[in-house]
């Protein structure tokens, strides 16, 4: 158990929609980070976030916003979903972002399926 | 971020050694190599880090080419749950510590 808590675990839903995906970090941890992993693209850095401010954007689409709030948690919007966004989405944490050596601890994942 | 090649695929024993090879001949001189697994139908986990010198512990050991442009990752006794895709990583001093992943080497193990 990382201690990185993610839900829902399993989403079924329909193209078009909007769907909203949770993070908890570790206690204690400031920085969290979202993936997304389809079979095709491997397991692609989407966003972080530091103390509920954005610190770092990776191939993250538009319809896709993300952010932390005070108590830290965040989440991760997904909107005018199309198939191709059926993929996992982890949730990582980290204590403090800039060391090049900290560790990030991954949640288990929420399995998106669009149809 | 610089970029690691692994190889796609190994194979192993249980009980026997496990050298996971990567090359990362564009590395910088602050960068960090990391080594993340994940293990099916979970998320990634933390192995092992290092920078210049040869690290161990409890999961595996660390092999860094003098030269820093390759490493190697050594699980000494290779079991059924080692079995995942392994992933070699290169670490920027920046002022995020997202980690940008490659395809990974598929570890199999068999009994």
Redesign the interface.
Known sequence: D?G?TQTPKHLITATGQRVTLRCSPRSGDL?V?W?QQSLDQ????LI?Y?NGEE??K?NILERFSAQQFPDLHSELNLSSLELGDSALY?C?S?VV?????????????SRLTVL | DAKTTQPNSMESNEEEPVHLPCNHSTISG???IHW?R?LPS?????VI?GLTSNVNNRMASLAIAEDRKSSTLILHRATLRDAAVY?CIL??????????????TRLQVFP
């Open positions: 990382s990185v920085s980070y993936y491997g397991l692609q850095f972080h530091y610190r770092a990776g982890f990582a980290s972002p800039g060391s090049n050596t900290g560790e990030l601890f991954f949640g288990e994942g | 602050t960068d960090y993340y994940q979970q998320g990634p986990e933390y880090h992933y670490r920027a001093l920046d002022n995020t510590d997202k980690l940008i992943f490659g395809t990974g």
